[in-house]
């Protein structure tokens, strides 16, 4: 029987991150997920607005962003457009 130190249940969005950052700090990951591909469904959610893997100036972005666009400067801050895009 394989051990592992952590097993993540679902491939979403917060299971790939806590996969990601597990494997990082030196942990044997298994990620189980009931589809057949794994983020299929974060690259289509929000229609598309939860993409924020963009290159443009942050304010240029907060411009098409419906409403204020306060809950993208969260995003943008915890995580550089760069070390998203790296991490795919």
């Known amino acids: 029987m394989k051990h592992y130190d952590v097993i993540v249940i679902g491939g979403g969005p917060s299971g790939l991150m806590a996969a990601i950052a597990s494997a990082e700090h030196g942990a044997t990951v298994l990620l ?4 057949n591909k794994l983020g299929r ?8 607005r939860c993409n924020v ?3 443009l100036p942050v304010e240029e972005i907060i411009k098409h962003i419906p409403g204020n666009g306060r809950f ?6 915890l995580s550089s457009t760069t070390r ?5």
């Open 32 to 35: 189980i997920d009931k589809g």
């Open 41 to 48: 469904k974060l690259a289509i959610s929000g229609g598309g």
């Open 53 to 55: 893997t963009n290159r």
């Open 72 to 77: 993208f400067y969260i995003v943008h801050f």
């Open 84 to 88: 998203i895009l790296f991490r795919f």
